[in-house]
């Protein structure tokens, strides 16, 4: 294609709110153009780039055996209430009425559709097992669209979903799938890890998210230097800490502290590390249907609630702050809070003075952090203003609510090898999920397995955020001058600039070597347009395109430019070799 | 690949609401799947047909040298509303807030949003011509989806845009277009006709429709006998139309006329052509922000209204019926309105009996067929109750509103070259249109043309329905056991049946003879199903893939069967020659 005929336009300024490098090259490269708050429009390099990586998609799940198909992107509400999901979901559902006021959302994600199709048509084990997906647009209302097509509000996504008549076959399809993945994403030339993922609102048994390594990630991921354990810190697993430090030895009593409220604080004032302190977070979790509630998170000192960790043990939906009025009407005091009901309860407090009555807060749950398990010589809040207990001891304690709900940390070392784990950036591009019967059961979809019984689908599901890695590439593979695409997302393979294009000879020679290029089937763009030179090789370095031959002064000695995008090196090639130096260069 | 592998849900039922072949055959032979009123899922074979349309579609395209871009299905409704379809388009916008009360609709068509996008990025007449394209999602909320995916709401269309610095260069791209669109069609398999039609809600200066024949057809379409000429009814132009019947010679004069209010029986009463009757429809226009009149149109009593041509004589959104309690509050006598005030006006009344003032009605806005220009010898009603008026002439009367309301009937003379105009019934699978600068005016969408002065793009428009092709293409090319697709658009180009799939030898050769196909680059389906024989054909059939190659008992000669969908007829070929025999058949 010719650059002059081609709307590419390029520009030397970046969005005002633009950050990341790819939602600038994006931008200036000319690939996305945006309309509202987080719905952008392809423009012509944007929609090829998008079409080369749903292509690489497609193929290597056909590859899989898996079967496309297209799922309506307006849907009826319906099923989003068998689910259980339509109050689940909040305000990132958009919903909206029809004509005739029937009530319908645009689809952030189509386990429910899917699921209905799988029970329309699905209805013995010989059908099974199959893979659906789709490549098709989404829409979540985000609160804070941002990063262009990081996290925007439409894109694409494919989305898959798998049947099976049991959890090991299930298995088998993730496991597939997790290969099919790495296909794809190494076909796209991105540096990734397969991690540990929590599972999130959609629910089910076990996941692994795929993290494309970059600074401008926005999740942490945890990875080991001994092993290839690696996991997103939302679900990272460590070792038990233990520590060094002494423990404090103390009786069961109250001890007056006063103005002490931090971790900080209370180890200094008891010179004691911060391993035999009690940290109390409260956070108030959201339910279905308007419920909420106040709970109380108990760590060890040394560690950090980790939210989702957290709200995943209480099976909440969100966990959001809650202010100090309202601790006091539950009860509680804030800065002083601590595990002392149970204590009391537990009766070790004989030899100490009497708890006033008015501490106790029996109603409020509360769920201890796994390594809090038979902890002794601990330090809490007594639930009283300016006192904390010493002496604690959580053994033979009872029916608490153990989860690991506290955050890994670096230097914690690795469950699986007993290495370090350490921390890096990731932006996660696809998720896999093993998830049961967690839709198929509530929707009743069933089929008839070998002895003649209904049973509920055994199911996985596979997402791929399609437009999102147009962002992740270029977050990998960029400089200063623009993006550097991997030749098999670039929107061009080659671009061949004619230096100066009233120069007959360069334009001839220009010509030529295009269509040699075309005739090869390289996907070659040339740039005859009316400009200088260096606007553009200005253009080639911001849009990114892996290969530049410069057809310049050189011609005399009958010799063209090859340029490299990632290294920007130059090297002079005959103009009979060029057409072979650039497929060689390419491969 | 195998159909044991695939999800094809063969039905034996139709849906309930199915009337038309094509909503049957889409539905039974596993194509798609209704999720709601006009909202369907593309199942594999749906999606895989959807894809050969897409891809003959945008094949044609991009050699003509359009470019393909991707715009926000998801759109703000300011653009709407600056070029004024906000409130044109009705209760088919289908419209809604985000979780920030911002206004949105779901893109019915994009002329506003690719405005926006030339506006932002084409400032001068060196960048233009431009033509642009998607294949995307729409949304219309149609009052009765229907038909399948004929009338959809949510459906995928092709909407391409150019922009021109000058009308003949629009005129150009406008030809150019109808000349791809042609060849697209014929790709394809289509019986189709290109007519003139009405410009519609979208506005502009003409337009051509591409009507695939067929009995189902919602659109008719009138062709002359002895020309090319081709027209939507809605815009269908004819010779002038005379009679060859006397006129009544009668001087100018009431006439009692007791109970005769139609024009069967005043043609009766009076002995008289209906020719020289005027007919007096009485409607409704509804206009912008709720605005509304009462519109008399006039025409000949051998003519009828045709409403999208009333409705764009007064610049009308829509016309509704008007009821008779309305029409006397205006002052006016259903059964024997007239244009009785105009003449009275004319003052040609003199020697005829005074009439009532009351029967005047001078605010009301009138539209007269262009072929009662010069009129006399006429009769029509007094707008008084049982009188009508001999002897009115329409000659010498001054300031009427002209126009063709008129709807063409089978049997009127072309208006090109006098042959007789026919009809038909026809599909709507594409239209283009000569825009000019209906949107980029009121968008302010400017270009510096070469002497630096800024002008609004000259534009067109051209749509395709995508979804819907599939549908046209079943309506003409299906028979009373299923589809039978075009080879370029099949599902499946063959498919291998293997009779009894217990037979060793007749898998055998039946894989052999599928890998064979698929090397070749055929698009071959192995029905490999532990189904009966007679099942498995009956697939076929309903299913419709041009040809089946049948490996059953004639093995033992050496022998399969190639059967022709379209036709059924049968041949036996050597299984050495089967794959040669199968590529000769589909050229």
């Known amino acids: 294609m010719r650059f002059s005929k081609l709307l590419i336009p390029t520009l030397k300024e970046a969005p005002k709110d633009a950050v990341l490098p790819s939602h600038i090259y994006l931008v200036r490269g000319g690939f996305i153009y945006q309309v509202a708050s987080g719905v952008y429009d392809f423009l012509p390099l944007g929609k090829k780039v ?30 989003w209430k068998k689910s259980g999901r339509y109050e689940k979901y909040g305000a990132e559902l958009l919903r909206f009425k029809d004509r005739k006021s029937n009530e319908f959302v ?13 029970k329309q048509f699905v209805n013995s084990y010989k059908q ?8 098709n647009l989404k829409f979540r209302d985000e609160a804070r669209p941002r990063f262009g097509l990081m996290r925007g509000r439409e894109f694409i996504m494919k989305d898959g979903y798998s049947f099976h008549d049991s959890h090991e076959d299930m298995v088998r399809e993730f496991n597939l799938m ?3 993945y790495r296909k794809i994403f190494t076909r796209m030339g991105l540096d990734f890890r397969v991690v540990e993922a929590d599972s999130g609102a959609i629910g089910g048994e076990g ?11 926005e999740d942490t991921i945890v990875v080991c230097d001994g092993c290839d354990y690696a996991a997103n810190i939302e679900a990272a697993k460590r070792k038990t800490p233990d520590s060094q430090a002494e423990a404090p030895e103390a009786l069961l009593n109250r001890f007056r502290t006063p ?28 339910y279905d249907e308007g ?27 969100e966990l959001i702050d809650v202010s100090e009025e309202e601790l006091e009407a539950a009860g509680l005091v804030p800065g002083f809070m601590g595990p002392v009901e149970l204590i009391r309860n537990a009766k070790v407090l004989e030899d100490t003075p009497p708890f006033h009555e008015e501490i106790a807060h029996p109603n409020i749950k509360k769920v201890f952090d796994e390594t809090l398990k ?18 604690a001891n959580l053994t033979n304690l009872k029916d608490l609510h153990f989860a690991d709900i506290a955050q890994t940390k670096e230097g914690d070392q690795c469950a699986k090898c007993g290495g370090k784990l350490k921390f890096t950036k990731g932006i996660e591009v696809g998720h896999i999920f093993q998830l049961g019967t967690r839709y198929s059961e509530p929707l009743k979809a069933e089929f008839l397995d070998q002895n003649g019984k209904n049973r509920p689908f055994i199911m996985g599901t596979y997402g791929i955020g399609v437009s999102r890695l147009l962002a992740a590439i270029i977050e990998q593979h960029h400089d200063e001058k623009g993006s550097i695409w991997p030749v098999p997302v670039a929107p061009f393979e080659v671009v061949v600039i004619i230096g100066n294009i009233k120069d007959e000879q360069q334009k001839e020679v220009g010509e030529k070597i295009y269509n040699d290029l075309k005739s090869k089937g390289v996907d070659v763009l040339l740039d005859d347009r009316k400009e200088r030179f260096g606007f553009k090789m200005k253009d080639f370095e911001l849009i990114g395109i892996p290969y530049a031959v410069v057809i310049g002064k050189k011609l005399a000695d009958g010799c063209v430019e090859l340029i490299e995008r990632s290294t920007l090196n130059r090297k002079d090639v005959m103009v009979d070799d060029i057409v072979n130096s650039v497929i060689e260069s390419m491969q």
Chains 1, 2 share one sequence.
Do not use: W
Request: charged content about 25%.
């Open 207 to 217: 996941s692994k998210e795929f993290m494309v390594l970059a600074d401008s990630g």
């Open 128 to 135: 099974l097992p199959l893979n659906l997906y789709q490549i």
């Open 50 to 79: 998008l079409d080369k990586v749903k292509t690489i998609i497609k193929e290597e799940l056909d590859n899989a055996g898996c079967q496309e198909v297209q799922l309506g992107f307006v849907t009826p509400t319906e099923l």
């Open 291 to 317: 419920k909420s509630e106040i709970i109380l998170f108990f760590l060890r000192g040394s560690d950090e609630l980790q939210e989702v960790k957290a709200t995943n043990s209480v099976g909440a939906n």
């Open 178 to 180: 997790e290969e099919t």
């Open 374 to 391: 038979n902890a002794s010589h601990m330090i809490c809040g007594a639930n009283e203003k300016d006192y904390h207990i010493v002496g």
């Open 259 to 286: 103005d002490i409220k931090t971790i900080e604080d209370l180890s200094e004032f008891f010179s004691v590390d911060p391993y035999y302190l009690i940290k109390t977070v409260a956070k108030k979790a959201l």
């Open 106 to 118: 645009l689809g952030p994600t189509h386990e429910e559709m899917m699921v209905e199709l799988a």
